[in-house]
């Protein structure tokens, strides 16, 4: 028996139906796939690309002046974004020229010192080391050196003041 018209015309509507529905559904499967690209990792900090200021005290630093300093640049660190600000001191049987390098192996932008060993130990390095770190001292005695900022200990009771001083601006 032959089928009639009518039959192949649904065997074919039915035919045509499939195989829309199957391209339909590959489209669809294809577009709604995760891309095979990897992508990159979301930093888990950007420590390594931030403005750094290390703060450095020795055994001779005036605890007052350092506590007073510290608030200060606590103070002053708050209206930067992404400034890393560190404390540190250097121990007593270590030479401070050997801190202050380590300190700008460490990536410190700014470092800040302060009393009368650090103050001697940043002239005699800021002469030689530091091309890209800028040296604050705090000291009743200035430094003479390329590439450092004196301030007096009252000058650095300012948060202003040292924020001019660690940007490098009057």
Same mark, same amino acid.
């Given at each position: 028996m032959r089928p009639t018209i009518?039959?192949?015309?649904?065997?074919l509507t039915t035919a045509a139906t499939?195989?829309?529905?199957?391209?339909?559904?590959?489209?669809?499967? #294809?577009?709604?796939r995760p891309s095979d690209t990897p992508r990159?990792?979301?930093p888990v900090s950007m420590i390594d690309t931030e403005h750094r200021a290390c703060f450095l005290t020795a055994a001779d630093t005036?605890?007052?002046?350092?506590?007073?300093?510290?608030?200060s640049l606590t103070a002053a660190a708050k209206s930067w974004?992404?400034?890393?600000?560190?404390?540190?001191?250097?121990?007593?049987?270590?030479?401070?020229t050997a801190?202050?390098? #380590?300190? %700008?192996?460490?990536?410190?932008?700014?470092?800040?010192?302060?009393?009368?060993?650090?103050?001697?130990?940043?002239?005699?390095?800021a002469e030689t080391n530091h091309t890209n770190t800028h040296l604050v001292v705090i000291d009743s005695?200035?430094?003479?050196?390329p590439g450092v900022t004196n301030l007096t200990p009252a000058?650095?009771?300012?948060? #202003? %003041?040292?924020?001019?001083?660690?940007?490098? #601006?009057?």
């Amino acid at each position: 028996m032959r089928p009639t018209i009518t039959r192949r015309i649904a065997a074919l509507t039915t035919a045509a139906t499939l195989v829309l529905g199957a391209g339909t559904w590959v489209v669809i499967a #294809t577009i709604n796939r995760p891309s095979d690209t990897p992508r990159p990792p979301s930093p888990v900090s950007m420590i390594d690309t931030e403005h750094r200021a290390c703060f450095l005290t020795a055994a001779d630093t005036d605890p007052q002046t350092a506590t007073a300093t510290w608030t200060s640049l606590t103070a002053a660190a708050k209206s930067w974004h992404g400034l890393l600000l560190q404390r540190f001191t250097v121990p007593t049987a270590t030479k401070p020229t050997a801190y202050l390098t #380590t300190l %700008t192996q460490m990536r410190c932008n700014v470092i800040i010192t302060i009393g009368d060993q650090l103050r001697n130990a940043t002239a005699a390095d800021a002469e030689t080391n530091h091309t890209n770190t800028h040296l604050v001292v705090i000291d009743s005695h200035p430094v003479n050196a390329p590439g450092v900022t004196n301030l007096t200990p009252a000058q650095a009771k300012n948060p #202003t %003041t040292l924020n001019h001083a660690l940007t490098g #601006t009057p």
